[in-house]
């Protein structure tokens, strides 16, 4: 990292992750061109999850390459009159699988979890009706940086 003086800890950077709602996924394309996808996730231990539908260009392109990295921008403040930004970031790389049976399943209820927590037995039904139409990745991380200027 070229600003060591905006590095910040993992377990710092750990907690931008845990507390964000979106990120960017970023993966290569065939022609080696670059590919990033916003999209809502959940993290649990050292794993993100993130779901999508059975085709698509994401899946073709995790199936050709399935190292990946994922970003995710914590609280932000313009200050104009420095021409300046207070921020937060994090990213985590590794690689991504598709899951498959409980595991695939316990990760839909992460979700449930921390988007519809308030509805989790009707959410619970949603995802029995929709479990076969889906896809779940987990990015196992590898490495996670972070970087804020607070």
Not at 56 to 63: A, I
């Amino acid at each position: 990292m070229r600003r060591q003086d905006r590095q910040i800890s993992e377990s710092e950077a750990i907690e931008i992750l845990q507390n964000g709602e979106f990120g960017v996924l970023s993966m290569c394309t065939p022609d080696s061109g670059g590919y990033g996808i916003p999209l809502n996730y959940v993290l649990k231990d050292k794993a993100i999850y993130f779901h999508c539908a059975l085709e698509g260009s994401k899946v073709e392109y995790l199936r050709r390459n399935n190292r990946v990295s994922f970003c995710v921008i914590g609280r932000t403040t313009v200050l104009p009159s420095q021409f300046g930004t207070m921020y937060e970031s994090a990213i985590a790389s590794g690689v991504a699988t598709e899951l498959e049976g409980e595991e695939k399943h316990e990760a839909l209820m992460l979700f449930l979890e921390k988007y519809s927590a308030g509805y989790i037995q009707e959410g619970t039904e949603y995802v029995i009706k929709a479990f076969k139409r889906v896809k779940v990745i987990k990015l196992s991380i590898e490495t996670i940086t972070g970087k804020a200027r607070k």
